[in-house]
């Protein structure tokens, strides 16, 4: 059986990223509460509504929103196939909550993925960060700007920035997961759920075949 596994680090340490490729490469499905929370935003469904104000604060939004996306998924194609969680979860009430639905499913935890990277890295990284709002195409202004300020190498429509990579915001959310998501980095050391600690700041391929490794793969 498929099991499945927690990307886990601050934001803008590359878990989106590596979460692609190691589901691509394990079969597995991945769930981002981040992207389901923007795609509900762009829909202004009641839940992207509600979520909104907390997400352009760099605030988290309520554990009962969150656990009802990953109850939801569960329930679906999910409840047979693995899943890699990406910035899911984020405080301990989520994690108590995951560990009792993965419970009822009969598969603990297969590992903790925890993405290493400084802040000043983290800071650079987010609020470098900007998306061609036509073809989706990804910069950063510090690490791989356009050719062009604000305008995309491949269709030359405009860059844009996520209202949540403001710096402010990004110095918050910073915050945040030192608050209330990195201190479940004990609760999984704790639990007999093996961790591992991978140093994301390095080349995209270095990171995940550090990560295929530790899982044997
Ligand atoms: P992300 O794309 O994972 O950085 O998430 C973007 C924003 O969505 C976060 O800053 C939070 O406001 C919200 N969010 C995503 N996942 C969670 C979660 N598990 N718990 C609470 N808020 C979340």
């Known amino acids: 059986m498929k099991r499945d596994l927690i990307l886990f680090g601050p934001p803008g340490a590359g878990k989106g990223t590596q979460g692609v490729l190691l589901a691509d490469r394990l079969t597995l499905l991945r769930l981002s509460t981040g992207d389901v929370l923007r795609a509900a935003v762009r829909r202004g469904t009641p839940m992207g509504i509600e979520a909104r104000r907390y997400m352009d604060a760099g605030e988290l939004v309520p554990d ?11 329930a679906g194609e999910a409840a047979e196939t693995g899943v890699v969680f990406d910035g899911f979860p984020r405080t301990l009430p989520q ?3 995951l560990d009792a639905l993965l419970g009822e499913l009969d598969r603990p ?6 993405l290493e990277v400084d802040d000043d890295t983290l800071i650079k990284r987010l609020s470098g960060r900007r998306t061609c709002g036509s073809c989706g195409a990804l910069y950063n202004v510090f690490f791989e700007p356009p050719r062009e300020a604000d305008r995309c190498d491949a269709c030359g429509s ?3 920035q996520r209202a949540d990579d403001e710096p402010e915001t990004v110095r918050r959310r910073l915050e945040v997961y030192n608050e209330q998501t990195a ?3 004990d609760y999984y050391e704790r639990s007999s759920t093996p961790l591992h600690h ?3 700041d ?3 391929d270095a990171v995940q075949r550090d990560l295929l490794a530790l899982l044997g793969s």
């Open 64 to 74: 009962d929103v969150i656990l009802g996306i990953v109850r939801d998924y569960l």
């Open 202 to 204: 390095r080349p995209v």
């Open 95 to 97: 994690a108590e909550r």
């Open 198 to 200: 991978v140093d994301g």
């Open 109 to 114: 935890v297969r590992a903790v993925l925890v």
């Open 158 to 160: 405009a860059l844009t």
């Open 183 to 185: 201190p479940l980095i």
